[in-house]
């Protein structure tokens, strides 16, 4: 069975969300601990897409756990 709109538009919202936050501190994380600007962006790069990768996954579980019940 389908999403309805609300879960839908809860889901985007709380990975949206999320994402930005977490994006925010891995990019701040890195520029603090990488004194080379490439390094850095490199560092912030690899970790914003593990970062959403992660990210989506767990947020698409729980929403879609929330849906079974």
């Known amino acids: 069975m389908a ?14 969300t999320l994402g930005m936050i977490g994006s925010w ?14 390094v850095a962006a490199t560092v912030a790069t690899g970790g914003c897409t ?3 990768l992660t990210r989506g996954y ?10 079974a019940k």
């Open 3 to 16: 999403q309805s709109k609300a879960q839908t538009i809860k889901e985007v919202l709380s990975g949206t």
């Open 25 to 38: 501190l891995i990019t701040m994380g890195s520029i603090a601990m990488c004194p080379d600007p490439v």
């Open 50 to 52: 593990v970062w959403s």
């Open 58 to 67: 767990a947020i698409r579980r729980y929403f879609n756990s929330k849906e």
